[in-house]
């Protein structure tokens, strides 16, 4: 039997141990969260909320399309500006699922996914995800809301133009999601990068930064941006007792937690510990949901799940940007939320599939032992290794290897200062050919060599 195979045979044992088939859906702790702070009222989230995205008023049309919906198709309506349905150029559609299985979408229910919608979402699959959040990670009860978005970095545009004033500091993992700087970016904000180590964030360095800044006088932020399982780019997961300490502090220091999670179903060894929404007792979590990376890129499959007064400016700035998502592909995304054991199946066959591939990737990566560290990601999608010898790996990046045709990312893409020297490369097995993985990482190896032989001659001829 191959390395490979007995790696893969160990880790399908060991998830299968691990999770039950239902198991893929918790994300709750055990016990029900009890919070000394106070609950947040519609009156605090005035000051988190940013003077742009206060200014923005509902649209009456906007107002009178959910009216629509709600009260059902008997008006005599003169008002929707929406066009008839007898000009839609579909009357069946039908997709054959990887399984076998078959989804129609005709009639009533295709008329509709052909049509506008209110700007929150499709009003049955808005339902649907109300129940599955509360299902999924039962949140203590609050008045919340979800909000569907075309994506999940559509989620993190709206998080940031909803709170952020220019010059605003922002806390985040010191190596972050390049879609978070670039929404950022315009606002030039005060980026607070807290270091992780193998388990994630480190509260102790969060609150000595947060302890700083009160003592200093300095304004405190009111945002704290992470990715609590499978970090892009470090792959760490944040154990529970992290994440209460983190939201402890959230409550001490006033701010909120954008939780964006879309790698929570590819956690590889053990289930997933609860969520910051199912710990949120006070109301300070944004929740950022995404099918990309599970079920397609493709569909924008998304939503954000945040308190009532926050969803509501939030689904503001969505009436002006965009109207609302793309029905059709809301249509598709509630067929598939609908058939639970379908789902399961096809969120488990993901995980296994990347499973496969992190053990692929993390076996030919002993090639580059000892040039290099690095640890098997917990979850998500990406191996994280930091070049020993080098300061900075950008050269090697962009031109040894690429030259020798090998694309890999540079560390510094996930730094706000994109000039600042980095000695890590990000590496992803999520698409990679299996049969060439093993090369990919060989290359890596010899280029990572090279360029530490031509590091020593560099400093070996200046020193002469
Ligand atoms: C942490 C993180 N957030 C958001 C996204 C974007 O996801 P979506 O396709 O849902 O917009 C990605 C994609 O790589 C990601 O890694």
């Not at 309506?77 to 076998?100: C, D, I, K, Y």
């Not at 270091?195 to 200093?216: F, I, Q």
């Not at 990000?426 to 990679?432: E, M, P, Q, V």
Request: include cysteine; charged fraction near 25%.
């Amino acid at each position: 039997m191959s390395v490979l195979h007995k790696l893969r045979s160990r880790q399908l044992r060991r998830l299968s141990r691990c999770y039950s088939s239902e198991d893929i859906f918790r994300f709750h702790p055990d016990q029900p969260v009890i919070s000394d702070h106070r609950v947040l009222d519609e009156h605090d989230y005035q000051r988190f909320v940013s003077r742009r995205a206060a200014a923005r008023e509902p649209a009456l049309t906007r107002t009178m399309t959910s009216l629509a919906y709600k009260v059902g198709r008997q008006m005599l309506s003169l008002a929707e500006g929406m066009p008839n349905e007898g000009v839609f150029p579909f009357r069946h559609l039908q997709l054959t699922t990887t399984a076998g299985g078959t989804l129609t979408i005709d009639g009533a229910e295709l008329a509709t996914a052909l049509q506008y919608v209110p700007s929150q979402g499709l009003p049955c699959l808005l339902q649907q995800l109300r129940e599955y959040q509360t299902t999924l990670h039962r949140p203590p009860p609050l008045p919340r809301d979800v909000l569907v978005t075309c994506g999940s970095q559509h989620g993190i545009h709206h998080v940031v133009e909803l709170l952020l004033e220019p010059g605003d500091p922002v806390l985040t993992t010191q190596f972050a999601y390049t879609g978070l700087h670039s929404a950022l970016r315009p606002y030039h904000p005060e980026i607070l990068g807290i270091p992780e180590d193998a388990d994630g964030l480190v509260p102790a360095r969060l609150e000595e930064v947060l302890h700083a800044r009160a003592r200093k006088g300095l304004k405190l932020p009111k945002m704290l941006y992470l990715v609590p399982t499978g970090n892009n780019p470090t792959g760490t997961v944040l154990p529970e007792a992290r994440r209460r300490r983190i939201y402890e502090l959230a409550c001490q220091y006033d701010f909120l937690i954008v939780e964006d999670d879309p790698y929570m179903f590819l956690n590889y060894d053990e289930p997933a510990p609860p969520s910051f929404l199912s710990l949120d007792s006070v109301g300070r979590v944004i929740r950022l949901d995404s099918l990309s990376k599970v079920v397609s890129a493709g569909l924008r499959a998304a939503w954000l799940t945040a308190p009532a007064p926050l969803l509501a400016a939030a689904e503001r700035l969505q009436q002006a940007e965009l109207l609302h998502p793309c029905t059709l592909s809301q249509t598709i995304m509630h067929r598939l939320l609908s058939d639970r054991p379908a789902l399961s199946s096809q969120l488990q066959s993901a995980r296994e599939l990347y499973g496969r591939r992190r053990a692929a990737l993390g076996a030919a990566l002993r090639q580059a032992d000892p040039a290099a560290d690095w640890t098997e990601p917990k979850a998500g999608l990406f191996y994280w290794l930091r070049v020993r010898e080098l300061d900075d790996i950008y050269n090697m990046v962009f031109n040894t290897a690429f030259k020798r045709g090998l694309m890999v990312v540079p560390g510094q893409a996930f730094l706000f200062d994109t000039n600042a020297p980095c000695q890590y490369v990000r590496l992803t097995f999520s698409k990679i050919k299996m049969e060439d993985i093993d090369t990919a990482a060989r290359h890596l190896a010899d280029i990572i060599e090279d360029e530490q032989k031509l590091r020593l001659q560099t400093r070996a001829a200046s020193e002469r």
